[in-house]
């Protein structure tokens, strides 16, 4: 897996490089998506990859409470562009207690992926991925609150019901079953 940050963005295109010329074949690449890297997307298009984006929200507000930042169009227009080459993008919400947890921001992230798609013009490749705020798990006897397990359920269903794979990180599924 191979991590891009705007920083170090000309650090990252060189690895890729680097490994895309000795013929890796299979590239998962994991970024903020604040900025887009087109080297990134032309690696990807030609190889088997996915680029992970955690966006946590689905909305402005939500987005700058939890990145500290105003960028989420920005971001939303950068998923946009990476997804156009057919490139396979998995969407992360990571629940956060009294910030996310709640089925009106789950319900706009799952717009935003609809409007991902219908921009992007790709109609496979997408995938939702849940996974739960690291700072509650790693608590001694941590048991999934009910409401969590609701969001689960609801992306869930939300995505067999538009045809889209929804998965969920091992260490939460072992919590939700």
């Known amino acids: 897996m191979c991590f891009i940050d705007r920083i170090e963005r000309n650090i990252y295109e060189y690895l890729f490089f680097r490994q895309y010329k000795c013929g890796i074949k299979d590239y998962t690449f994991l970024t903020n998506a ?20 955690s966006l946590d929200s689905g909305c402005k507000e939500t987005f700058q409470k939890i990145k500290n930042s105003d960028k989420f169009d920005d971001v939303v227009s950068n998923i946009v562009e990476y997804a156009k080459p057919n490139i396979e993008i998995i969407f992360k919400y990571i629940i956060l207690k009294g910030i996310n947890d ?32 690291y700072r509650d798990i790693l608590k001694p006897n941590y048991v999934m609150p009910q409401e969590h397990k609701e969001l689960i359920e609801y992306l869930l269903e939300w995505g067999k019901n538009k045809n889209l794979d929804v998965v969920m990180q091992d260490h939460i599924k072992n919590l939700y079953f």
Do not use: H
């Not at 709640?102 to 849940?130: H, P, S, Y």
């Open 102 to 133: 709640n089925f009106d921001e789950l319900k706009k992230f799952c717009n935003t992926i609809i409007n991902v798609i219908n921009r992007a013009g790709n109609q496979g490749g997408f995938v939702a991925m849940i996974d739960i705020d």
């Open 34 to 53: 604040y900025t887009f890297l087109p080297k990134i997307a032309e690696v990807a298009k030609n190889r088997s990859a996915r680029i992970i984006v």
